[in-house]
């Protein structure tokens, strides 16, 4: 079953607004992927990591990898409409092990 | 720049018909994935195939078949649709170490 948890299920927030969200499991994964998901699309790939600690940055995302390996954070800056979608993080614990998905933020932008 | 694609992007099925969905890449990938997103549940994977030639089941596989055509194409087959199947279905593909993952657009599939 689905073992990355992913909060917060959804936020409203007003345009301008910094968001958090966050990825935590009881179990050390070895990569972190977040994706965003806009509405009849597929996921697409925002931003990897691949080591402990590491904060790497795409635009007005940024998004870390945990130093304990058991979680991910990704921080949006200065939301505008457009960042409307539903965020998915996924983890692998090893190469060649299968992606885990959290279940999403969806996040929505009031203008 | 093609990417993944899958059809059909929209079926409407009764309940013990059975249908394909079909996906092709053109990123030369290795590993092919079919994936369900239910609301509330992120995504699952059903099947993946780490090469040409081979096939493996991922965490929902039951009530599904697969076919890894070809290095570019993998399909996925409902033998007899029930309405616990009724979801979005992505295909994917990756390079062999899988780190990044390329989604379709996705196949809106309800069982009545």
């Known amino acids: 079953g689905q073992q990355l948890n992913q909060s917060p299920q959804s936020m409203f927030i007003q345009e301008g607004e910094d968001v958090s969200m966050n990825c935590t499991s009881s179990?050390?994964?070895?990569?972190w992927l977040w994706y965003k998901q806009e509405p009849g699309e597929g996921p697409v790939l925002l931003i990897a990591l691949y080591k402990a600690g590491e904060l790497t940055s795409n635009g007005r995302l940024t998004a870390q990898f945990g130093i304990t390996r058991k979680d991910s954070f990704l921080n949006i800056s200065a939301s505008i409409p457009s960042d409307v979608g539903i965020y998915f993080c996924?983890?692998?614990?090893?190469?060649?092990?299968?992606?885990?998905f959290g279940g999403g933020t969806r996040l929505m932008v009031k203008p | 720049n093609a990417g993944v694609t899958q059809t059909p992007k929209f079926q409407v099925l009764k309940t013990g018909q059975s249908m394909t969905l079909q996906c092709a890449q053109d990123m030369n990938h290795n590993s092919m994935y079919w994936y369900r997103q239910d609301p509330g549940m992120g995504l699952r994977l059903i099947y993946y195939?780490?090469?040409?030639?081979?096939?493996d089941k991922g965490e929902v596989p039951n009530g599904y078949n697969v076919s890894r055509l070809n290095k570019r194409e993998f399909s996925l087959r409902l033998e007899s649709a029930a309405p616990s199947q009724t979801s979005v279905y992505f295909c994917?593909?990756?390079?062999?170490?899988?780190?990044?993952?390329?989604f379709g657009e996705g196949s809106w599939l309800t069982v009545v």
């Open positions: 179990s050390i994964f070895n990569t």
């Open positions: 994917a593909s990756s390079t062999v170490s899988g780190n990044t993952i390329y």
């Open positions: 996924a983890g692998r614990r090893n190469a060649g092990n299968m992606l885990t």
């Open positions: 195939s780490a090469s040409e030639g081979t096939t």
